[in-house]
């Protein structure tokens, strides 16, 4: 049945297998980092390469978490729908093609980034497998979207010798970690009976949402932080005041913990977070 579908159709159920809307969480990061490393715009094929990497290594790895978890998601009613959209080996090879998407975004940058790919998709690799082990997997998953600015520092310098990327990177994490924990919130009872060792399953939805809080608190200091290293400017500090307040409102939805409240604070709070962050660095540089 799935082979009579259309081209279109058929493309358009692996962006929706992969989300692939969710790549407004890390990009804006990668791309503030890039500005902010070359003090506006680095060359044409430096850009082209960042966003080649960032996209093929995002695709890479959420079709690879799809072929991991199969028959997890299979067992989970807000994911069984995935099954639908593609078949397993289809998720395989979606991962392939985005490894090899980054593979032609590396040929574009310098020789430290293309030492330290294997590194970046063994991280971004591991997180499918961590909630089988333990319940910091929203953990790596922090890191993994860390590893953006990362890459678009070391894209644009060469080198990771200064303060602003790893302050950066942190933020991304501690943020991403924070936002992920609520999100899971919806499995908390499938990962019990699967067994599964996510943080809410393990510590409970209070310590859950208790932790998040912690951790987007912590994300705020990180960019008022990066932003006094980076001797960023007033619209850098009025998104942070924007990004900080929606923080808090993305908090008080969780409170809540219906799904659709869930679902708010996870993607759309936080792509208004991400692209703030983004317009700050732009409006700072380009005052």
């Known amino acids: 049945m799935r082979a009579l579908l259309s081209p279109g159709i058929r493309i358009g159920n692996l962006l929706r297998l992969i989300k692939f809307s969710h790549t407004l969480f890390a990009l804006p990061f990668g791309l503030a980092a890039m500005l902010v490393a070359a003090r506006g715009l680095p060359a044409a094929s430096v850009v082209l390469g960042i966003v080649i990497c960032m996209v093929g290594a ?41 490894l090899a998407v980054f593979g032609a975004g590396l040929l574009l940058l310098n020789g430290l980034c293309r030492l330290l790919a294997p590194l970046a998709i063994a991280v971004i690799f591991a997180y499918s497998y961590a909630k089988r082990f333990t319940p910091f997997s929203h953990a790596l998953l922090g890191l993994a979207l860390a590893l953006a600015p990362l890459g678009a520092w070391v894209a644009v310098r060469g080198e990771l010798a200064t303060a602003a990327p790893y302050l950066l990177a942190a933020s991304v994490l501690a943020w991403t970690f924070g936002f992920d924990l609520t999100y899971a919130l919806q499995d908390r ?19 859950a949402l208790r932790m998040a809080q912690v951790l987007h608190g912590a994300a705020w200091v ?36 219906d799904t659709r409240a869930l679902n708010v604070a996870f993607f759309e709070v936080n792509v208004a977070v991400s692209l703030l962050f983004l317009l700050g660095v732009v409006g700072s540089l380009w005052r």
């Open 58 to 98: 995002r695709t890479a790895a959420m079709a690879f978490n799809r072929y991991v978890d199969w028959e997890i998601d299979r067992q989970n009613p807000r994911t069984v729908e995935r099954s639908r959209l593609a078949s397993r080996g289809e998720a395989l090879a979606l991962s392939l093609g985005g």
């Open 222 to 257: 990180g960019w008022i932080a990066f932003g006094l290293q980076a001797r960023l400017s007033g619209a850098y500090w009025l998104a942070c005041a924007i990004a900080g307040a929606a923080l808090l409102y993305e908090h008080r939805l969780c409170q809540r913990t």
């Open 189 to 207: 009872e499938v990962d019990l009976r699967l067994g599964l060792h996510s943080f809410p399953a393990r510590f409970g939805t209070d310590a």
